[in-house]
C-alpha cells in the first residue's frame, strides 16, 4: 500500500457501514509494517500475522489457501 494513499484508505475504512454493505463483504489487505499505516482500521480489523514465503504471488497464495476457511469467513461478524 502506498503510504499516500493511507488516508483516503481511512476515510474510506470509516465510511464502511454493515447496513450499506453487502453482508459478505470482506476487505483484505496486506502491508509491510509502517508507523503511517491508519490506526482505525487497525483498531477495527482483524489482524493476522505470519512468516511470508518468499515472494508475493506464493504468500498471497499461502494467505488464502491455509487461513481462510467457510466457517472463518461466516464467524467473522465484521464488515
Known sequence: LC???????????EE?????I???FRLWLTSEPTPKF???VLQ???KMTL???????????GSFTSMVTE???EETNRP
Open 71 to 73: 466457517k472463518f469467513l
Open 38 to 40: 491508519p490506526s482505525y
Open 51 to 61: 512468516e511470508p514465503p518468499k515472494g508475493m504471488r506464493a504468500n498471497l497464495i
Open 16 to 20: 464502511l457501514s454493515p447496513d450499506r
Open 3 to 13: 503510504i499516500s494513499w493511507m488516508p483516503t484508505l481511512e476515510r474510506l475504512c
Open 44 to 46: 477495527n480489523g482483524i
Open 22 to 24: 453487502h453482508s459478505d
